[in-house]
Every structure is written in structure tokens, then in C-alpha cells.
């Protein structure tokens, strides 16, 4: 069905609950997301934005599915990067599955684009944002390399 994809697994010790808050919620996505924050109404057919710390909208999507502490699925495009807006929408899928004491994370990023750029970004990035969450919820403390936004972008 895609062309380019993008599958990430962690565990995380911690629970669906509270994963899902550190999700969604700014104040905590600020701290483990390069000081960037959502908005959405998070619910089915709501816009949804990631905002660079600047005021400028990095991504933007509708959320095509959601089921709180479980799954989120949102079409996914980038807006301030012209190469990759133009690339159009993708889609993000994000699953929490209980595992014992930890929650099992699956984020699949595809795109219908043989060799999306887009694609080939997030491979690089969501394993930054992903540890740094793990290490937020796990420690208290974010990973250094994700708690400010790059300069120059």
C-alpha cells in the first residue's frame, strides 16, 4: 500500500494513561518535543497543528482516528519546509498496548511516495522525540539533544 515507511517500537515503563497524556498534552511535549506544543480538539475529523516555538506551523493534519490511551491516527503534512510540503500528506499511526509494567509504543509513518523526503526525515527525528519521551517518563528528565528547537530553522 505505501512507498516509504517509517516503523519505530519502544517499551516504556509507565502506563497508558500516563503515556497518553505526555502525548497530547503542551506543557509536557514542550519538554521532550524541541519545545514545540499541539493544538486539537482530539477528536475524530479535528485539525490538528505542532507549532514551532516562533508561532510558525510546522506540521499540519486531521485526525482520522482516535481511541484516548490506545491509538491516534492523523494525515500529516510538513508546512514550513516548501520541498516536503509539497510532498503532500502522509499519515501517522501511534498504538499504546499494555505490556506488564510498560507500555508497548508502536509510531508508523507512511507516505504512497517511493522515496519521500518527508519520510526519510522522520526516520531521523522520531527516534530522537521517542527516546527523549521514554527518558521523560522513565527519569524525569527529557534527552538534552531535544530540549530546544534547532537554530536556523
Known amino acids: 500500500m505505501t512507498d516509504s515507511r517509517f516503523i519505530y517500537v519502544t517499551y516504556i515503563r509507565t502506563t ?34 505542532l507549532m514551532i516555538p516562533d508561532g510558525r506551523v510546522a506540521d499540519s493534519s486531521e485526525i482520522l482516528e482516535i481511541e484516548p490511551e490506545r491509538r491516534l ?8 519546509k516548501p520541498e516536503l510540503r509539497a510532498e503532500g500528506y502522509s499519515r501517522l499511526t501511534c498504538e499504546l498496548k499494555q505490556e506488564g509494567t510498560s507500555v508497548k509504543l508502536t509510531v508508523i509513518h507512511e ?30 528528565e527529557p534527552l538534552e539533544i531535544t530540549r530546544r528547537w534547532p537554530e536556523g530553522l
Not at 506543557?27 to 497543528?49: D, H, I, L, M, N
Not at 523526503?117 to 527516546?131: C, E, F, H, Q
Open 111 to 140: 507516505m504512497e511516495k517511493t522515496g519521500s523526503k518527508l519520510i526519510g526525515g522522520v526516520s531521523d527525528g522520531w527516534p530522537r522525540i521517542l527516546a527523549s519521551l521514554k527518558s521523560l517518563l522513565e527519569t524525569g
Open 73 to 80: 491516527v492523523l494525515s500529516w503534512r510538513n508546512e514550513f
Open 16 to 49: 497508558p494513561e500516563k503515556l497518553w497524556q505526555k502525548l497530547i498534552h503542551p506543557e509536557f511535549t514542550r519538554r521532550y518535543w524541541v519545545e514545540t506544543w499541539q493544538e486539537s480538539e482530539w477528536k475524530p475529523g479535528a485539525s490538528w497543528r
